[in-house]
């Protein structure tokens, strides 16, 4: 299916390496960059990078083997730590600020005016770095003139980790963990100089969770709109190529920013988790850093590389496969459309029958009350492709949940879009919610999932505008599902299957409620694609390749630590569910900067059936950074709780330096719950 990443060692250019660079900012607050330059290449457009997971050791070998790749390709790469983080001076207080733009549009500033630049600047990025590309883009400093932004969305609301269709999500406490493991630790010494600890005590100070902002902020407000591009497309106006992965959180957005952009823009769309195409879990992998060489030789050298004369969307149109844990590959094909939208595709209405029939005539009604063990099944939200991240068989599940089928496919059927569940229901209580799954039934039974979307139905008329449903009234909803490329095999079924409770993904609703169904007025429509001739002549990508690194050593685990894996236990005396997420295991030795870090993470989710109070997550992190002068080490666990009206969130930090605590802080705050 894919092949193996190459280590590139010929290129044009020789490279001049600086471990670091300042970026003045007109406060005075200095950012820290890692910097390479062609040699003996004049004056180059430069590629940025910016993001707050630490150049210094954090990212160190990923971005050795992509910007030295670019830089060596003619291109300056400039990997910039956001203020407060890695070795840049000032605090960090949340994610995506205002602060975080502006700084950026100064560092495009500063660095379209070096000796070595052309004055043409890109910036390029997964995640946290394609968030603040397009947001960046979107303030249009005249250097930036084009970005290319991976794994990322332009609607930090409703397609971000907090919110899943106006639920709370099982990553808004987990992810806001993460990132407070994160937010304490020291700048280097080598670096930054005698300054380190006057910085590492600013931070933790200021170290403070997450989760609290966004808990204040339950429905789509100006909080959410700021740094939400879709706001207002029409403020990008320079080039963006934007890609995701169907095993990614952020595939959604990519359609969503061809369809609402009107400038220069491609998209693409593989099988991959969250990662760079070049370097995935999930193959086939590509050539992804010469898709960027493309695009920026496009853009930024005026050289006609072919990439505008590509079809505007290249997605990985996937084959069925059964249900497991883990895939480490997607069978299917490339395919392409001129347009986005497309005219080709167009929405089949499959209405919701009687007898669990999905398309065809009939009326009458069913109900469903789920039981909290709905959603064990469900894998991840969407992380990395690895680790047991994937769906499993949804037998399981759709044992708690209505479910329709189509008669058996006399020939494949193939979709591409965002599937949509029209719903005609009423509710028992005022607060309920409804997660909608879209399955490939095999002529076995074996049922994969392919889609999924949820809805807090308090927010059916919209996520900024939440409004309690009345008992017992007839209402209407529309459930976006995730954008998904499939193809439906002749002999197997679709199938549709909703169900009130979707746990750990979202929070559940604080009573067990009961949706009637109005069937035949309730339809799932999917976005069928006809076939296309052209698909198989599009362009083969390039093998995937990348830049030598550092040497790193993954050290041996510790045996006398537990073994942390994502797992399922259920007591079948009490009812209670458990649900175990790793998170941030690592030992990894760089023997260039003489370090060492180590870092665990358990994020756990519990509930008890019959009671959706009961509901909780749990997290405790630990990470050790070992280097010459000090050892030193970050402790945290905190909690995520309910009762009918209030959220509780518990953390508890402590702080150590060779072994002596040098900081403790804890929190117990109760924020009231919002429709939720």
């Known amino acids: 299916m894919g092949a193996a990443l190459h280590t590139r060692t010929d290129y044009p250019f020789d490279l001049i390496e600086e471990e670091n660079i300042w970026v003045p900012l007109p406060d005075g607050t200095r950012l820290a960059g890692r910097l390479w330059r062609p040699e003996g290449a004049g004056r180059v457009p430069v590629i940025l990078e910016y993001l707050p997971y630490r150049k210094r050791d954090g990212t160190r070998a990923r971005d050795e083997k992509m910007h030295r790749y670019l830089a060596r390709h003619g291109y300056a790469c400039l990997r910039l730590d956001i203020r407060g983080t890695g070795d840049s001076e000032g605090v960090l207080h949340d994610e995506y600020s205002v602060q975080e733009q502006l700084d950026g549009v100064e560092a495009i500033d500063w660095l379209s005016r070096q000796e070595w630049c052309d004055g043409q600047i890109a910036m390029y990025g997964i995640s946290w770095g394609g968030f603040n590309g ?24 409703a397609t971000d980790i907090h919110w899943v269709g106006g639920c709370l999500s099982k990553d808004n406490f987990d992810w806001s963990s993460t990132m407070f493991a994160m937010q304490d630790l020291p700048p280097d010494p080598v670096i930054v100089g005698e300054a380190w600890r006057a910085m590492w005590e600013a931070r933790q100070q200021a170290n403070r969770p997450w989760i609290l902002h966004w808990l204040e902020h339950q429905s789509r407000d100006d909080y959410w709109r700021q740094g939400s ?138 109900s469903i009350c789920s ?32 479910v329709f089928f189509t008669e058996r496919l006399t020939e494949a059927l193939e979709i591409l879009g965002a599937p949509q569940l029209h719903l005609r229901f009423a509710s028992d209580k005022p607060f309920a919610l409804v997660s909608v799954r879209v399955n490939d039934v095999a002529p076995s039974g074996a049922s994969t999932r392919v889609a999924i979307g949820h809805l807090n139905l308090c927010h ?30 002749a002999g197997h079924r679709i199938a549709v299957s909703i169900s009130t ?127 010459p002068d000090a050892v030193i080490s970050h402790e945290s666990e905190g909690s995520l709780t309910c009762d009918a009206t209030h959220f509780i969130v518990t953390m508890r930090l402590r702080i150590t330096e060779n072994g002596t605590q040098v900081f403790a802080r804890d929190w117990n705050e109760r924020i009231p719950r919002d429709h939720l």
């Open 134 to 157: 397009l947001q960046i883009a979107a303030r249009q400093p005249s250097a930036l003139k084009t970005i290319i932004t991976v794994g990322s969305t332009d609607d930090r609301y």
């Open 229 to 366: 591009v879709c706001e207002d497309f029409s403020k990008i106006t320079i080039p963006v190529y934007a890609v995701s992965g169907w095993a990614d959180n952020y595939s959604e957005a990519v359609p969503r920013l061809l369809a609402g952009l009107s400038g220069p823009r491609r998209g693409l769309i593989g099988p991959w988790a969250h990662s760079f195409p070049h370097s995935v879990t999930v193959e086939p992998a590509i050539g992804w850093l010469q898709e960027v060489l493309r695009w920026c030789d496009h853009w930024l050298k005026g050289r006609d590389t072919g990439i505008m004369k590509e079809p505007m969307l290249r997605a990985w149109m996937q084959d069925h496969v059964p249900p497991q844990t883990c895939y480490h590959a997607r069978p299917g094909r490339w395919v392409g459309e001129e347009q986005w939208p497309s005219p080709r595709i167009q929405p089949q209405r499959m209405a919701l029958g009687p007898n669990g029939r999905l398309g065809g005539q009939g009326s009458g009604t069913a």
């Open 371 to 402: 039981p909290l063990w709905v959603g064990l099944t469900a894998g991840e939200v969407g992380r990395y492709g690895d680790e047991a991240e994937w769906a499993t068989d949804q037998r399981e599940d759709d044992g708690g949940s209505l």
């Open 460 to 489: 059916r008329h919209g996520h900024g505008a939440p409004q309690a449903l009345v008992p017992g009234r007839v209402e209407t909803a529309v459930v976006d599902l995730d954008d998904i490329a499939h193809s439906f095999p």
């Open 501 to 627: 409770v979707y746990w750990p993904i979202a929070w559940p609703s604080p009573e067990l409620a009961t949706l009637t169904v109005h069937l035949g007025d309730s339809a799932l429509e999917l976005p069928v694609r006809p076939p296309r001739a052209e698909d198989a002549a599009l362009r083969a990508f390039d093998p995937p390749e990348a830049a030598e690194a550092d040497p790193q050593h993954d050290l041996p685990p510790d045996p006398s630590a537990p073994v942390i894996r994502r797992t399922v236990t259920r007591d079948l005396l009490s009812g209670q569910s458990v649900v175990d997420f790793p998170r941030w295991i690592y030992a990894i030795q760089m023997p260039d900067i003489s370090q060492t870090h180590v870092g665990t993470g358990l994020a756990r989710y519990r509930i008890t059936e019959g009671d959706p109070l009961s509901a909780a997550c749990e997290t405790h992190y630990t990470v050790r950074i070992e280097r």
